[in-house]
């Protein structure tokens, strides 16, 4: 693609320039990237351009470019880099292409793999920061994204997960229900809202818990209907429900403080004191701690990009010296240093900035 067409091979390049010059620190390839970059962008415009006079459907090299326009975004180390109008843009591209396609129609691999590419990208923008989203994921685009990725079963089996997502939608959807509750006006936060989510998340967390309750029948129920991933794809699931379960714990305690009923929380806490409403402390944490102990899984993870939003939900929550403060910033930092995702970096810095603020500022708060 990248000889057929000028504008792939713009976009490419900036990514790659951009990557050397975080992991090399010479400043020639960021005036390469930047260049190409430049060359990339410009060629997008003329090709929408064209696209709305001939009223055609966009290519899927115009979306690879886009895709690539945003990698470069994310990649880089410069803070004022901001992905958010490339990636809405492919989303508008795509639902151009697959307009009226029911699922989304694929015809070859690579169809798939830039349909989930920009579904990934949108998503990870829409949970970046939930305390104050600054990006909403095109309903759209996640409904047919739903349809065609399979929700009848709460994650896919080995064989067909996807390298991609990491998770399942319905994962991801259920965290950004979550992210929604937590940031809508008061008066419309209710006890039977959050009751309805808790029910959502103890489907998730019976994959992660064996209590010895009611909920290993559930367990039992879920693990064959999920097959048995390998150990890389069960703990970055792991992750993802033990983060996105600390943020339905933090949105009982909105309603606690407004003294409503919210016997709802979370599946772990009912047996143990475990719950702690000032979020310096879960039992979330507690089991995240043996996943980010074991070599072999921290040296594959650390090398890809899907750890990096549950590492920021766990830094939200904590902010004392201790062990796992030190191994999130270790495992960012050493995760930096082999990707070069400025991304990486950026999260680490805020948790950083997070914790010198000390324990007395809650988690919840920051933006």
Not at 286 to 308: I, K, Y
């Amino acid at each position: 693609m990248m000889l057929q067409c000028q504008s792939v091979k713009w976009a490419v390049l900036a990514s790659a320039a951009s990557n050397k010059y975080a992991l090399t620190n010479n400043i020639q390839y960021q005036k390469v990237a930047l260049e190409y970059y430049s060359r990339g962008v410009e060629d997008v415009k003329r090709a929408i351009g064209k696209l709305c006079f001939d009223q055609t459907v966009p290519s899927i090299s115009l979306i690879t470019t886009v895709i690539y326009l945003y990698i470069y975004d994310l990649w880089g180390q410069d803070t004022a880099l901001d992905p958010r109008g490339h990636v809405a843009g492919a989303v508008k591209l795509l639902n151009l292409r697959y307009d009226k396609a029911l699922p989304l129609a694929m015809t070859r691999p690579f169809d798939r793999l830039t349909i989930e590419s920009v579904i990934y990208q949108a998503l990870l923008l829409s949970i970046r920061r939930p305390f104050a989203p600054n990006f909403h994921i095109d309903s759209e685009l996640l409904y047919r994204s739903e349809v065609i990725l399979g929700t009848e079963a709460l994650i896919n089996a080995a064989d067909h997960s996807s390298p991609v997502l990491g998770v399942s939608v319905s994962l991801y959807r259920l965290i950004l229900d979550i992210i929604d509750f937590r940031n809508l006006p008061a008066q419309q936060i209710t006890a039977d809202a959050l009751r309805h989510l808790r029910t959502r998340m103890k489907r998730w967390e019976a994959l992660v818990l064996d209590t010895g309750t009611s909920n290993s029948h559930l367990h039992m129920q879920l693990q064959a209907r999920v097959g048995k991933p390998d150990p890389f794809q069960k703990s970055i699931m792991t992750l993802y429900i033990l983060a996105a379960s600390l943020l339905l714990d933090w949105s009982t305690e909105i309603l606690s403080a407004r003294h409503l009923c919210v016997n709802v929380v979370s599946a772990d806490s009912e047996d143990r004191d475990a719950f702690h409403p000032n979020g310096l402390s879960s039992w979330q944490v507690e089991r995240a701690l043996p996943l980010l102990r074991q070599p072999n899984c921290v040296e594959t993870w650390s090398r890809c990009f899907l750890g990096v939003w549950p590492l920021s939900i766990f830094g939200y929550a904590v902010v004392n010296d201790g062990e796992m403060k030190r191994m999130l910033r270790d495992i960012l930092r050493q995760a930096y240093q082999r990707t070069g995702y400025g991304e990486i970096g950026r999260v680490l810095n805020e948790l950083e900035t997070l914790w010198k603020r000390g324990t007395h500022l809650h988690p919840h708060r920051i933006s």
